[in-house]
């Protein structure tokens, strides 16, 4: 795990010196882009819980922010098929008109789990977007402690998007 962080702070050195040396040459848009290339957003769905409110929060999020958006969603069995969804298909249009990249990754399962896992391996995410706290626990064991221990060090910010609550 450590020669992991090692390694992406070498690369981010790197990419600091690189955009120096472009920006002493007068490059301005070539450095600034060598700072933006790994920002990243997470939105992570659970299938049949897509909310418009959240879909437009992470767009107009990675839009602002000059992110890619990687968009986790979540089915509840593995034989999911490959091609669009059309839960996202107008989404992913969205995206396309915006010029906003993006990419799609597929998991089963317990969609907390999922996401612990990918923000694992992918680093250059800055925060995670959901639509609800009940999503994150759809498909999940009840007691699964090393989860909750997990859970507690996720390694980035949390932005829960929720209709408002009426009493």
Not at 56 to 78: E, G, H, P
Not at 130 to 143: F, N, Q, T, V
Request: glycine share 4%; hydrophobic share 40%.
């Amino acid at each position: 795990m450590e020669s992991t962080k090692l390694k992406k702070m070498m690369k981010r050195i790197e990419d600091v010196m690189a955009a120096v040396s472009f920006a002493e040459e007068g490059d301005f848009e070539t450095a600034e882009s060598l700072f933006n290339r790994e920002r990243r957003v997470l939105l992570a769905l659970k299938e049949g819980r897509t909310d418009a409110k959240t879909l437009k929060y992470a767009l107009n999020t990675a839009l602002r922010i000059k992110a890619q958006l990687d968009i986790l969603f979540v089915s509840s069995t593995t034989g999911h098929d490959r091609g669009g969804d059309p839960e996202l298909q107008p989404f992913e249009t969205d995206l396309k008109a915006a010029e906003i990249p993006y990419r799609l990754i597929r998991g089963s399962g317990c969609l907390k789990q999922q996401i612990i896992d990918y923000t694992d391996r992918e680093h250059e995410v800055l925060f995670v977007v959901i639509e609800s706290p009940d999503s994150l626990d759809a498909g999940c064991r009840k007691k699964d402690t090393q989860l909750a221990e997990l859970w507690q060090k996720l390694r980035c910010p949390l932005v829960v998007v929720m209709d408002e609550v009426k009493a």
